[in-house]
């Protein structure tokens, strides 16, 4: 796969924990010079991510719940109403994973389908930490997933630095179905991603840390 079809599927996360606004200028410049596809950012970035991509190709992706989908569910539907007002493009939420943990899908279904309503017609994420969960408890989460809403599955933030096998890979697919997307994150540099392409993963995660 040549390089500039392959970071059309990338997603750059600015993956500093205290970014300045230097750091996100250099983030968004790295990002249209490359191709990515988008940048993915936290909410208090937004606005100035919105001015700095306008009049490019990259979409703007916001997280929601970042980073261990520990916030009240309610506090996560403002802040899809917060990106959506700043300009965001997509959503990338982080449902509540304890929940998850609980066997309570009732709850992260009604969490995300707000999310959905909130993101108004922008395409959602759901960013399902896909190395923490059994062949029965992974399956329950993509049907979850798949009656929620929202678009795509993520496998992971891109901060946990590891991506899914081609093994799992292939596994998410026959449980989402080949309509659904599938974001493999965890990547840190792009060696194996055209394995992922190749697996069935529609976009890349990558974590910047430059």
């Not at 191709?35 to 979409?59: C, F, H, M, Q, W």
């Not at 403002?78 to 982080?94: K, N, S, Y």
């Not at 678009?151 to 799992?168: C, K």
Request: aromatic share 6%; charged share 25%.
């Amino acid at each position: 796969m040549m390089s500039l079809e392959l970071n059309r599927r990338v997603e750059s996360q600015i993956a500093k924990p205290y970014p300045t606004r230097a750091d996100l200028e250099k983030h968004c410049h790295r990002a249209r010079e490359a191709g990515y596809r988008a940048i993915l950012i936290p909410t208090s970035l937004a606005e100035a991510a919105y001015a700095l991509l306008d009049g490019t190709n990259v979409k703007l992706s916001c997280l929601v719940g970042f980073p261990f989908g520990s916030a009240d569910a309610d506090v996560k539907r403002f802040e899809t109403e917060a990106a959506a007002d700043f300009g965001a493009h997509e959503i990338e939420l982080v449902p509540t994973i304890s929940r998850l943990a609980d066997g309570d899908y009732k709850f992260v279904l009604r969490e995300i389908r707000d999310v959905v309503d909130a993101a108004d017609e922008r395409p959602v994420k759901i960013v399902i930490e896909s190395h923490l969960w059994n062949e029965n408890e992974l399956a329950n989460i993509v049907q979850m997933a798949l009656d929620s809403g929202a678009q795509f599955l993520s496998t992971s933030i891109a901060l946990q630095g590891r991506h899914a096998s081609p093994a799992a890979i292939k596994n998410l697919v026959q449980l989402a179905g080949p309509d659904f997307g599938l974001k493999v994150g965890g990547f840190k540099a792009l060696e194996g991603a055209e394995e992922v392409v190749a697996g069935g993963g529609s976009r890349i995660g990558l974590a910047e840390l430059r």
